[in-house]
């Protein structure tokens, strides 16, 4: 399958655990986007990387999130200090350099419960 | 700020019939709008795009109109069938960025044999 994969897929944690979930992206795609979705939602941008670096940042990403694409492929989203409202589904999307206003392809998504 | 709307409620319709789907917005001026559909528990998946200086776009079954005065979408599918049964999502984009979407809630849409 070439398309995005995230793992996990699921995880249930307690609050005031760190999580990190891993994004792997379509290999030749360079731009990354992490986004969240609560129940009848859609999508909230969190953050975006353009290879390796990570050029904006959504205010929805407090201080305990972070994210990291060291060397412009697969990408991770750490949550410290996990609270009940970071409960969510968090997606990753990639997109190709071509054209400013491509398709994203997301992936599966990882869904957090903390408890 | 910045609000998009799309119908909060299901829209149930017959098998056959065309189904029509609403996204309006506020306080944002997109380059762009692109519509997603997502299934249970499944990442969205890119449908069609439509730019702000096209009226229309057809692809197969699927049609979308980009009034950029009324700051409304129209998402048609025709002949619908139940295995259109899914949420849709319509997504804006600004020009000379990196296509940083900002989503609707969604539309839930069942196709009823």
């Known amino acids: 399958d070439t398309g995005v994969s995230q793992d996990p897929r699921h995880k249930i944690t307690k609050r005031g655990q760190n999580v990190t979930f891993r994004c792997d992206p379509i290999?030749?795609?360079?731009?990354l986007y992490w986004y969240r979705q609560t129940l009848g939602q859609g999508p909230e941008f969190l953050t975006y990387?353009?290879?390796?670096?990570?050029?904006?940042k959504s205010r929805l990403l407090s201080d305990r999130f972070s994210a990291e694409r060291p060397k412009g492929s697969f990408s991770t989203l750490e949550i410290q200090r996990t609270e009940q409202g970071d409960s969510a589904m968090y997606l990753c999307?990639?997109?190709?350099?071509?054209?400013?206003?491509?398709?994203?392809?997301f992936g599966p998504g990882t869904r957090l419960t903390v408890l | 700020s910045q609000k998009i709307e799309q119908n909060s409620e299901a829209l149930n319709i017959q098998e056959g019939k065309t189904a029509t789907l609403t996204c309006n917005y506020t306080n944002y001026s997109p380059a762009y709008l692109q519509w997603y559909r997502q299934d249970p528990g499944r990442g969205p998946v890119f449908l069609l795009l439509i730019r702000e200086n096209e009226k229309e776009k057809r692809k197969e079954r699927l049609k979308v109109t980009f009034d950029t005065t009324l700051k409304q979408s129209l998402f048609h599918i025709t002949a619908s069938q139940p295995a259109d049964s899914a949420t849709y999502l319509c997504?804006?984009?600004?020009?000379?960025?990196?296509?940083?979407?900002?989503f609707g809630a969604g539309t839930r849409l069942a196709v009823h044999p």
């Open positions: 997504a804006l984009g600004k020009s000379g960025g990196y296509n940083k979407l900002i």
């Open positions: 999307a990639s997109s190709s350099n071509a054209q400013g206003d491509n398709e994203q392809f």
């Open positions: 290999s030749e795609h360079n731009r």
């Open positions: 990387f353009q290879n390796e670096a990570q050029l904006e």
